[in-house]
């Protein structure tokens, strides 16, 4: 159903595994899809698949961290579809530089010397500020470039990323946790301060998919599971990690004005159960 006809939607980080995939469904459904990334081979190259199966897509580089470079994207998205219509904030990730390589600290490990320790002692402060730069402010500025178009016309949808993270941290990645608990927080603050001029803001919060930003983390070369792998799936009762196209059906809902007019502000998890197992 092309129940999108004549909307244009952006999509922020479109050239990665799962933000391509809900660039491609929102281009099914009828929307002319802009797809921004910080490669712009990726983000074309999206842009061609949807523009070969029948849809109608533009490819642009962009910087989330940069404003010029984001007005830059949004006037070349004007220029081409219009005025933005759906945005959907999905950049973000982590960085090693936030992360530690123990899930707990040990006394011992207060006077070790050991090669590759990284203790909550160790994170290097730019490398979390990355982290949430990439994540909050990533957020942000997108929305404050392509909003501002939704709030003059009083009609628009903005859809975030949010994460498992923001539930309930995960262990060794302190900055992404705290980074994607701010998106969920945003995303409702986002939800009250937009209300009066229309525009609704809601996030999706993915369970556990791979993407090429965590494979190596959940999978070994041989393509069996790594232990953090399989302490995922052991907490995430349907036994599997989600398929990019799990995705698609709480994207097309949340930012259908017909059924969901009236959600605002949620964030909604597709995890498969992970948020609502408890591990006993």
């Given at each position: ?8 939607a952006?999509?922020?980080?479109g ?11 929102l ?63 999905g950049?973000?990730?982590n ?9 707990f600290?040990f ?8 090669a590759?320790?990284?203790t ?12 949430f ?7 942000l500025?997108?929305?404050?470039v392509?909003a501002?178009?939704?709030a ?16 309930c941290?995960?262990?060794k990645?302190p ?33 556990f ?22 302490t ?14 799990d995705?698609i059906?709480?994207l ?29």
């Amino acid at each position: 159903m092309k129940k999108f006809n004549g909307k244009v939607a952006v999509v922020t980080g479109g050239g990665g595994i799962l933000c391509s995939v809900m660039a491609k469904a929102l281009a099914d459904a009828g929307a002319k899809v802009a797809i921004l990334d910080l490669k712009e081979e990726a983000a074309k190259k999206v842009a061609d698949d949807i523009n070969a199966n029948g849809g109608s897509a533009i490819g642009i580089s962009a910087n989330v961290l940069d404003i010029e470079s984001l007005k830059a994207a949004e006037k070349i998205v004007s220029d081409t579809f219009g005025p933005c219509d759906i945005l959907v904030n999905g950049a973000g990730g982590n960085n090693p530089k936030g992360t530690t390589s123990k899930e707990f600290l040990f006394p011992e490990d207060l006077k070790s010397e050991l090669a590759g320790l990284t203790t909550f002692f160790d994170l290097d402060p730019q490398g979390v500020g990355f982290v949430f730069n990439l994540n909050f402010l990533g957020t942000l500025l997108p929305t404050q470039v392509f909003a501002r178009k939704m709030a003059e016309r009083q009609a628009g949808n903005i859809i975030n990323i949010s994460s498992m993270n923001a539930f309930c941290p995960l262990t060794k990645i302190p900055a992404y946790s705290g980074a994607k608990a701010a998106i969920s927080n945003f995303t409702q603050w986002l939800a009250v301060h937009f209300s009066k001029v229309n525009i609704r803001v809601n996030a999706i919060a993915p369970g556990f998919f791979l993407t090429e930003q965590n494979r190596t983390l959940l999978t070994n070369p041989d393509g069996s599971l790594t232990a953090r792998g399989n302490t995922i799936l052991a907490h995430t009762p349907m036994g599997k990690f989600g398929k990019p196209e799990d995705l698609i059906g709480a994207l097309l809902f949340l930012t259908d004005d017909e059924q969901a007019g009236f959600i605002n502000g949620i964030v909604l998890p597709v995890d498969g159960a992970f948020a609502a197992f408890s591990g006993v």
